[in-house]
C-alpha cells in the first residue's frame, strides 16, 4: 500500500535549537518525495524536493530508500518556521502524479 | 494576484442540499487536482483533469461527487445530496504538464454541513 507516516503530530523546540520532522513512506515503485509547508493563514507551498537536492530556508531533507524516510532538518530553527508541515509523495511513474500525503507534523518554535 | 483562486471560500449548508465549488487554476497549467483535508489529515486525492478531460478519479469519490472542467481552463466540483461526513476544506492545485512539476494550492474552500 502507498502510505505516508509522520509520527509526530507535534513537535516543540526551542529557537536555535535543532529541528528534525520525520517522514517515512511506503511505495511500491520510485517515489518522488516533497515537504510541503502551510503558515499560518497561508495556503499549501512547495518547500522542497529531494530530487532539486537543495535546501530551502535552512531545511534540507535526504531520501534515505533503504530505510524509506524522508526527513526534514534544520540545524538552527527560527521563530518563523513554525508552521504545519506535510511530508508527500508522489510515483516517478505514474501518469497522473497525485500527491500521497502525510497527516502533518506542526511545528512550534517557542522564543 | 495570478494565483490559484476558489470560490467561495467557506459554505454552510444543510444536510441534503447540493453544492458547487470552482477552482481557477494558474493559466498556463493544463493540469488540476481536487483534494479533500479533514481536521488533522493532509489532503487526500479526490480528481485530476489535464486539460478537459479527468484522467482519475479517487475511489473516495463517491457517485454524489461530479468534477467538471469544460473548457479545460476552470472547474468545478459539485457534491449532490449532502451529508456531515462530507464537512472538510477542499483543496484545488494546478500545475503544468510534465513530470513532477510543482502543485500549487489555492485557498480552499470549507465546506460545513450541518
Known amino acids: 500500500a502507498q502510505r505516508v507516516t509522520q509520527p509526530e503530530k507535534l513537535l516543540s523546540v526551542f529557537k536555535g535549537a535543532p529541528v528534525e520532522l520525520k517522514c517515512n513512506y511506503s511505495?511500491?515503485?520510485?517515489?518522488?518525495l516533497f515537504w510541503y509547508v502551510q503558515y499560518s493563514r497561508q495556503r499549501l507551498q512547495l518547500l522542497l524536493r529531494?530530487?532539486?537536492?537543495?535546501s530551502i530556508k535552512g531545511f534540507t531533507a535526504d531520501l534515505n530508500k533503504g530505510e524509506t524516510s524522508f526527513h526534514l532538518k534544520k540545524p538552527f530553527a527560527q521563530e518563523e518556521d513554525s508552521a504545519m508541515y506535510y511530508c508527500a509523495l508522489t510515483g516517478l511513474r505514474d501518469s497522473n502524479y497525485q500527491l500521497i500525503w502525510g497527516a502533518g507534523t506542526k511545528l512550534i518554535i517557542k522564543p | 494576484d495570478t494565483g490559484v483562486s476558489q470560490n467561495p471560500r467557506h459554505k454552510i449548508t444543510k444536510r441534503g442540499q447540493n453544492v458547487t465549488f470552482r477552482c481557477d487554476p494558474i493559466?498556463?497549467?493544463?493540469?488540476l487536482y481536487w483534494y479533500r483535508q479533514t481536521l488533522g489529515q493532509g489532503p487526500e486525492f479526490l480528481t485530476y483533469?489535464?486539460?478537459?478531460?479527468?484522467?482519475?478519479k479517487s475511489r473516495l469519490l463517491s457517485d454524489r461527487f461530479s468534477a467538471e472542467r469544460p473548457k479545460g481552463s476552470f472547474s468545478t466540483l459539485e457534491i449532490q445530496r449532502t451529508e456531515q461526513g462530507d464537512s472538510a476544506m477542499y483543496l484545488c492545485?494546478?500545475?503544468?504538464?510534465?513530470?513532477?512539476?510543482?502543485?500549487?494550492f489555492g485557498p480552499g474552500t470549507r465546506l460545513t454541513v450541518l
Open positions: 492545485a494546478s500545475s503544468r504538464r510534465g513530470p513532477n512539476n510543482e502543485q500549487f
Open positions: 529531494h530530487i532539486s537536492r537543495e
Open positions: 493559466s498556463e497549467h493544463n493540469r
Open positions: 511505495y511500491s515503485g520510485s517515489p518522488e
Open positions: 483533469f489535464q486539460n478537459e478531460a479527468q484522467l482519475e
